[in-house]
């Protein structure tokens, strides 16, 4: 069975930039959660879609956005891009709805920001 | 003042031993989970509790609610033990906070 995937695995952008991050779920599962880790903040969570809603939020600005598809594969978007959104953007996934319950992390995207 | 704190930051054992890490909070919780993360980056969930403890191969967690403390030992410490162990707790309005971590080195 596959794991989770996350597409891209490395980006650099500029400030003020949008970016999107893609990431697919093992097969079967339902929930996505999103997590954004730097060296000063540790890890933090972001959000988890259930079945194409969004069931949890974390304390993040509205330039984090996400979405779910129907086949469960998630999108998180984060707009006009700020130095300190540089990170490590990890993405979970699991059969049921739970923040990390039973989750399967994918590698990450590693998001620098100029 | 974080609501999770772990201890010690950093810990280097030798093959063998026995290693012991910590975890506080300050909320009332539903659930601590353990996680393990590898140079790389990938991280893997290791344990959920809310009360009492478990066991999975040389790994073993604990938890004490009322002195809103938990452990995570290894026994028999091996190089592929080294990672960063990250505590995490659910918190009753459903919250979830992160420690900072605990990175562990064995030598062979």
């Known amino acids: 069975k596959a794991g989770v995937t996350q597409t891209p695995r490395y980006l650099i952008k500029t400030r003020g930039q949008q970016v999107t991050l893609s990431c697919s779920p093992i097969?079967?599962?339902?929930?996505v959660s999103w997590y954004q880790q730097t060296p000063g903040q540790g890890l933090q969570f972001l959000f988890e879609?259930?079945?194409?809603?969004?069931?949890n939020k974390g304390n993040f600005p509205g330039r984090f956005s996400g979405r779910q598809f129907s086949n469960s594969r998630s999108e998180m978007n984060v707009s006009t891009l700020e130095l300190g959104d540089s990170a490590l953007y990890l993405c979970?996934?699991?059969?049921?709805?739970?923040?990390?319950?039973?989750?399967?992390f994918g590698p990450g995207t590693r998001l620098t920001v100029l | 003042k974080n609501e999770v704190e772990q201890s010690p930051q950093n810990l280097t054992a030798q093959e063998g031993e026995f290693i012991t890490i910590n975890c506080s909070y300050s909320?009332?919780?539903?659930?601590l989970h353990w996680l393990q993360q590898h140079p790389g980056g990938g991280i893997v969930s290791l344990f959920m509790?809310?009360?009492g403890k478990k066991k999975h191969g040389r790994l073993i967690a604990t938890i004490n609610i009322q002195e809103k403390h938990s452990s995570l030992h290894i026994t028999a410490s091996h190089p592929r033990d080294s990672a960063v162990y990250i505590c995490?707790?659910?918190?009753?309005?459903?919250?979830?906070?992160f420690g900072a971590g605990t990175t562990v080195t064995v030598r062979a």
């Open positions: 979970a996934s699991s059969f049921t709805s739970g923040i990390l319950n039973e989750q399967f």
């Open positions: 879609y259930f079945s194409e809603t969004q069931r």
């Open positions: 097969s079967g599962h339902r929930s």
């Open positions: 909320v009332g919780i539903s659930a």
């Open positions: 509790l809310s009360s």
């Open positions: 995490a707790v659910r918190s009753n309005d459903y919250k979830l906070s």
